[in-house]
């Protein structure tokens, strides 16, 4: 069983970085595509960036490009959302995912989930 959990999250001011860890038990996730995900209060659900298996795919939300990175280290069973330019809109719960199909398309409908960390942006 594998399963996912998130850290990282806080409360920070317009303009500062954060960067989310999801760590991986259970299984080797290295072929796994992985993601993440957040939602706000009455607001869709959003995929805001993934990362196929190989690192052969990415994919970012209009939202958050060139603002968010996300990344995995495979070794550490780890990967990571760097969050950069924080805006009081990225404000969410956010979750991260993990599909055993390692493409990204795949995290439309992830296989595993963690709990969420909350973050939050204030102006």
């Known amino acids: 069983q594998v399963q996912l959990l998130e850290s990282g999250g806080g409360l920070v001011q317009t303009g500062a970085s954060l960067r989310l860890s999801c760590a991986v038990s259970?299984?080797?996730?290295?072929?796994?595509?992985v993601g993440w995900f957040r939602q706000a209060p009455e607001k869709e659900r959003e995929l805001v960036a993934a990362?196929?298996?190989?690192?052969?795919?990415?994919h970012y939300s209009d939202s958050v490009k060139g603002r968010f990175t996300i990344s995995r280290d495979n070794a550490r069973n780890a990967f990571y959302l760097q969050m950069t330019s924080l805006k009081p809109e990225d404000t969410a719960v956010y979750y991260c995912?993990?599909?055993?199909?390692?493409?990204?398309?795949?995290?439309?409908?992830?296989?595993?989930r963690g709990p969420g960390t909350q973050v939050t942006v204030s102006s």
């Open positions: 990362l196929a298996w190989a690192g052969s795919g990415v």
């Open positions: 259970g299984r080797d996730f290295s072929t796994y595509a």
């Open positions: 995912a993990a599909s055993r199909l390692g493409v990204v398309r795949s995290l439309r409908s992830p296989d595993y």
